[in-house]
């Protein structure tokens, strides 16, 4: 929908054609449009979407539209909003919201889902509790297909999925049945012959990546959380489930490049929270260089005899920096899927040591070939082939070694990365050329 044609329109107060744009839109395109609109054409048009898409939409907004909203909403409209709301969807939003807004919503809750909603904030951040939704389809054992499908169309409305119906005794869980094996079935089938009893389920307090593991490798649509006392509390819906892996990823390549992770749209953060987020990092790793700086200080002898090696420290860094990356950047992504363990350690460090000697090699030999034609120096040739090899080498050790550690010792492997694992491999790449150099060439 172009977005001038649709202001025109909100300018010009035919609210009908807008009324009509707005019906038929997707609800999540409707959230991006009214995201170019200033504040009083979003209030405007806010109230214009149909009743049935307006939580939705709601949802699928960014966080200062949120607030935005709230604020100049009269008690009736917040009142109509938050009881179309999810309750997930309610959490997220008291989460991101200033006090006095949240008290706002608090109030115009019911007693019950106020208790509920502090219930749901007090799970611990990244936990399973923190983004399940506790709006699920349950049935009992005793029912028949056709009085479960009565169920579903008296209370489905109000749920946040009814694809997967889960099957309680006094809130313990003891199978489940997708809807499509309910419309499938004989009316008079009882729910005991159909369920599947082979359950996976997480507790409120598993970490919320391995709930997100659990969706890829099962392919599944919801999961059911249970409680301390294996009681069923709640169910993580996929959509929650890519919405974590979104934030998990985000926040993994903001820490591979050096900065603190920010939940901030990039537009809504300010130039100085952008620099605020990005200068601990830069501090820590320029002074963490000077180390590499008073390596190369003590070789000075060796730059005055023979000035050509100052010339081949960028490349043989750079070549350690990229390598260390590479393998780093490999086990962050096999940790996060769950392929690889720090049991798995000297496997990976076997494996990364063979890859290093065929790369070292092939790398060696490529200059060593370059410098003997621009140098006509076998001596340098050697030096450079040599200490190459023994870049790649410990660079991607150093590389794979570093996020297994990282994740034994409960610290983000993603922190790990290119920026500490390049200033770690630059101070070895120079006490490895150096080393050799002054061996081989009697400095």
């Known amino acids: 929908m172009n977005k001038d044609i649709f202001v025109r329109l909100l300018q010009q107060r035919q609210f009908k054609a807008v009324r009509s744009i707005l019906d038929a839109m997707n609800e999540v395109d409707i959230a991006s449009l009214l995201s170019e609109l200033d504040d009083r054409e979003l209030a405007l048009a806010f109230r214009l979407i149909p009743k049935d898409k307006a939580a939705e939409v709601f949802s699928n907004m960014e966080t200062s539209m949120q607030t935005y909203l709230v604020e100049i909403f009269s008690e009736k409209e917040l009142k109509e909003l938050l009881d179309d709301l999810y309750m997930d969807d309610t959490v997220d939003l008291l989460e991101e919201l200033p006090a006095n807004l949240v008290n706002r919503i608090l109030d115009a809750v019911s007693a019950s889902e106020r208790k509920l909603i502090n219930q749901l904030l007090n799970y611990p951040d990244d936990s399973a509790g923190s983004i399940m939704t506790t709006e699920y389809v349950d049935i009992r054992e005793t029912m028949t297909v056709a009085q479960s499908m009565a169920h ?25 049945v997708s809807a499509k094996d309910l419309m499938t079935s004989d009316d008079d089938m009882l729910i005991k012959d159909l369920m599947e009893t082979e359950l996976i389920s997480v507790n409120t307090h598993t970490d919320q990546e391995e709930v997100v593991q659990l969706f890829t490798k099962y392919d599944l649509l919801a999961l059911p959380v249970l409680d301390q006392d294996g009681l069923m509390v709640g169910i993580v819906t996929v959509d929650d489930a890519m919405d974590v892996m979104v934030d998990e990823a985000t926040e993994d390549i903001t820490k591979m490049a050096a900065m603190s992770p920010s939940e901030k749209n990039y537009f809504d953060m300010s130039v100085f929270d952008h620099a605020r987020h990005r200068i601990v990092w830069l501090l820590i790793l320029m002074f963490s260089a000077t180390i590499t700086g008073t390596i190369i200080t003590k070789y000075e002898d060796a730059f005055a005899a023979i000035p050509l090696l100052v010339s081949f420290i960028p490349m043989l860094m750079d070549t350690g920096g990229n390598c260390g990356s590479q393998s780093a950047t490999l086990i962050i992504r096999g940790i996060a899927l769950g392929e690889i363990q720090f049991k798995d350690i000297f496997r990976v460090i076997f494996k990364e040591f063979r890859v290093s000697l065929i790369v070292s090699v092939v790398l060696a030999l490529t200059n060593g070939i370059r410098i003997l034609i621009m140098y006509k120096d076998m001596a340098l040739a050697l030096v450079i082939g040599l200490s190459l090899i023994g870049t790649v080498i410990i660079s991607k050790l150093i590389g794979c070694v570093l996020p297994l550690f990282a994740k034994k010792v409960h610290l983000d492997p993603a922190i790990m990365a290119s920026p500490l694992i390049t200033t770690l491999v630059d101070t070895c790449s120079i006490l490895i050329y150096f080393n050799i150099a002054t061996m081989l060439f009697n400095l």
């Open 152 to 176: 579903i169309k008296e209370t489905g409305i109000h749920k946040e999925t009814i694809y997967t119906c889960y099957v309680t005794n006094r809130r313990k869980l003891v199978g489940i």
